[in-house]
């Protein structure tokens, strides 16, 4: 079957860290991969996506490979900011989609 | 980009009583709307999709007696929870998704509806 394995949280970081959210999944076909963050109180709000091996989605200064053969989708950001502080949700679409479990990100000053 | 909204974004209701929630793509024409429900802290879980004129599917363990879904037209989805219970407290979130053609059919979220049965 189709599913998303995301890193637990919480994930704690100083302003300007390296950040890596790990993502694998699974997947009988040829998915999309996403990434989605939400705020509290809010909704979902999509960060970035790749449709397809080797693709690169990117911003905001994120960005994650489509990487077929280790079947990742790693998230990963330079220098993050206190701003960033929110959960982050791994997801492939396959007719409908699949989310990982999410992983909270939070950033101290 | 393709815009979502839901209404309302809070609802507080007594138990036993019925709630509507709305889902409108404002700008696109949605043929394929989701139902998400989400916990405190965890993932969200695919409740039914919709498609516009036709009968909802709903993912296995959702009581679609509990939870009327209804995609009337091509721009609104309507869930209902009926005779709400404090477990069904929760968020709600919808998707749509556009399947014009030539378009990646991507789905958009709305921003969510809090639910508190009380």
């Known amino acids: 079957g189709n599913s998303v394995t995301q890193m637990e949280g919480p994930v704690t970081l100083s302003e300007e860290a390296f950040l890596t959210i790990n993502c694998t999944y699974t997947?009988?076909?040829?998915?999309?991969l996403f990434w989605y963050v939400q705020y509290p109180g809010e909704g979902l709000q999509l960060l970035l996506k790749a449709t397809k091996a080797d693709d690169k989605g990117s911003n905001k200064g994120f960005e994650a490979t489509y990487r077929k053969e280790t079947t990742s989708f790693h998230l990963e950001k330079g220098s993050v900011q206190v701003s960033d502080s929110a959960v982050y949700f791994c997801?492939?679409?396959?007719?409908?989609?699949?989310f990982g479990s999410g992983t909270k990100l939070n950033v101290k000053p | 980009g393709a815009v979502v909204s839901q209404h309302p974004s809070w609802v507080i209701c007594k138990s036993g009583t019925s709630v509507k929630i709305e889902c409108r793509s404002l700008d696109f024409q949605a043929t394929t709307m989701f139902w998400y429900r989400q916990f405190p802290k965890q993932s969200l879980m695919l409740m039914a999709t919709s498609n516009e004129g036709s009968k909802a599917t709903y993912e296995q363990g959702v009581e679609k007696d509990k939870f009327l879904i209804n995609h009337a037209s091509l721009t609104l989805s309507t869930l209902t929870v009926t005779s709400a219970h404090p477990e069904d407290s929760s968020f709600y979130i919808c998707s749509a998704r556009d399947h014009r053609e030539g378009i990646y059919n991507e789905q958009f979220f709305g921003p969510g509806t809090r639910l508190t049965v009380l």
């Open positions: 997801a492939l679409d396959f007719n409908k989609f699949y």
């Open positions: 997947a009988t076909g040829y998915p999309s």
